[in-house]
């Protein structure tokens, strides 16, 4: 079914390794991340029903580790409620998340959502009537959707780059946000990986656009987080936000909002407690304040997502994105020897990420994907609505190459039906 470098990736040891249970058993040489590994840490995900899952770009399945992590805290706050803020447990998740993504933990806000993120960022911000915002019609639902509410609430102007789902080349993509900015631009909004293309953007040459109009920059990493590594500083965005429950595999719940420290004075308090901008507090002059502020957290879910982080810091945040980008390919490369499948993004293409967008001729994409789940058992995403909807397949690392072998063998029978 596919050819050359992907029969390398069927290399299985003959043996029956022990299974990964704990990050204990995860070797510390990124060398011993062979297929053999990959097979011993599968069992830490239980996706019910034999199901190929292929949907990891809506929501990721928890391994085993932040599952008993969640559940765990759920008991001990009901044994021991006399401290139910947990300040000590949940400070260090912000200096955890923070060594991932190239940022310091007084730039960290912990929050339950990206959603969540950019709301606290887009409504504290000082906007006047006339200010710009420049984002893509393409970006997420809830993001275009709160610009519209600025939009009519305070006369905020929303400016399209005009993508358009468009697979476009880096400068194409610059040209296109260039010829949008104007002396009014405030926030450039942009998504790290687009979901209607599955395209990487190129997110430091459009933030040097951006901040040479004087423009700050707020990335969508939704789709980035826990698939991809990345430094913010690297990148060079003002803001950032992403969510525990894609690629972190954390569920439900957990997520992070970075906010530069230049920019932190800008954004006034949404929820909660009030803020003195002249105060000189470490509370006060960091990103916590935005969530300290917000009242009670849900604990289980935070202290999750940080089990979670710790989870992929031991695989090997390099090996996850290797293997992630291996079974894309193969992916890919499996899907273009299918004669009614349409790639959006192709094998080869330099900025390659996890998903794969397609559509297949013949078939409305909300079709394709009910008759993959009832009859072969396959799950595969989907973006967009109606006509215009795409299909999305994003394999994660409890994957193999089975599932993906399973999606291609259904796609085929369905052309042919």
């Known amino acids: ?74 008991h001990q706050l009901s044994a021991n409620p006399a401290n139910p803020m947990r300040l000590g447990e949940l400070e260090p998740v912000r200096g955890d998340v923070a060594q991932v993504i190239g940022a310091s933990e007084n730039e960290i806000t912990l929050t339950r959502s990206a959603t969540d993120g950019f709301s606290l960022l887009l409504y504290g911000f000082d906007w006047h009537r006339g200010d710009e915002i420049l984002y893509d019609r393409g970006d997420h639902p809830s993001i275009v959707g709160i610009i519209e509410t600025l939009s009519a609430r305070y006369g905020v102007r929303a400016v399209d780059a005009g993508m358009g789902g468009e697979v476009l080349a880096d400068a194409e993509i610059v040209s296109r946000y260039s010829a949008s900015l104007t002396t009014s631009t405030r926030l450039m909004i942009l998504s790290h990986i687009n979901a209607w293309t599955g395209r990487r953007l190129p997110i430091r040459a459009l933030a040097e656009l951006a901040h040479a109009n004087g423009t700050l920059v707020a990335l969508d990493a939704s789709q980035s987080f826990g698939a991809l590594q990345f430094s913010v500083r690297d990148l060079g965005v003002d803001f950032a936000a992403a969510p525990g429950h894609k690629w972190a595999a954390a569920g439900h719940g957990g997520g992070f909002a970075y906010y530069r420290r230049d920019i932190q004075r ?152």
Not at 24 to 50: H, K, M, S, V
Not at 283 to 300: C, E, H, V, Y
Not at 397 to 415: G, K, Q, T, Y
């Open 1 to 74: 079914m596919a050819t050359n470098a992907n029969s390398a990736m069927r290399g299985y040891a003959a043996h029956s390794p022990t299974l990964i249970a704990d990050i204990g058993d995860i070797p510390r040489q990124a060398g011993e991340r062979d297929a053999a590994f990959w097979d011993r840490l599968r069992p830490q995900f239980t996706i019910g029903g034999g199901t190929a899952y292929l949907d990891n770009a809506s929501y990721s399945p928890p391994p085993g580790l932040v599952l008993e992590t969640q559940e765990r805290w759920q």
């Open 266 to 417: 800008l954004i006034w308090p949404t929820v909660g407690g009030g803020y003195d901008p002249k105060s000189t507090s470490i509370f006060d002059q960091s990103a916590r304040r935005l969530d300290r502020n917000a009242g009670q957290k849900n604990i289980p879910f935070l202290l999750g997502f940080a089990a979670a982080v710790g989870w992929q810091n031991a695989v090997g945040r390099g090996s996850i994105e290797t293997r992630l980008l291996e079974l894309s390919a193969y992916l890919r490369e499996a899907f273009a020897g299918l004669p009614a499948v349409r790639l959006l993004n192709g094998a080869d293409d330099a900025a390659a990420s996890p998903l794969t967008v397609f559509t297949v001729d013949g078939h409305g994409a909300r079709d394709v994907q009910e008759q993959l789940l009832r009859r072969d058992n396959v799950r595969i995403g989907l973006v967009g609505e109606g006509a215009n909807a795409r299909l999305r397949a994003s394999p994660h690392i409890h994957n193999s190459l089975n599932d993906i072998d399973r999606a291609v063998a259904a796609l085929a029978r369905l052309s042919a039906a």
